[in-house]
């Protein structure tokens, strides 16, 4: 579920695979100019609370399926600068 939707700066979203939407955790993307030519982007993912006692693993999971996932981002982007 979209939780913020600010084009172009921000976009929210309750994230909750192999999990119910109760136990969902919640990730903010944000897009921040540091330059005329140079976006950064940070990324908060919270809530891991609503996870109770599974939370640390969920977390790990999650933080290695970043680490996979945003060098092919970064890749893309680099060959693809427009």
């Given at each position: 579920?979209?939780?913020?939707?600010?084009?172009?700066?921000?976009?929210?979203?309750?994230?909750?695979?192999?999990?119910?939407?109760?136990?969902?955790?919640?990730?903010?993307?944000?897009?921040?100019?540091?330059?005329?030519?140079?976006?950064?982007?940070?990324?908060?993912?919270?809530?891991?609370?609503r996870l109770g006692d599974d939370a640390s693993a969920w977390r790990d999971r999650n933080d290695a399926g970043w680490a996979g996932l945003l060098p092919h981002f970064v890749d893309h982007l680099e060959r693809n600068p427009t």
């Open positions: 579920m979209i939780t913020v939707w600010e084009p172009p700066r921000r976009l929210g979203y309750r994230w909750h695979l192999r999990s119910t939407p109760d136990r969902a955790t919640d990730v903010l993307v944000s897009f921040v100019e540091v330059a005329a030519d140079q976006t950064r982007i940070d990324i908060e993912h919270a809530s891991w609370e």
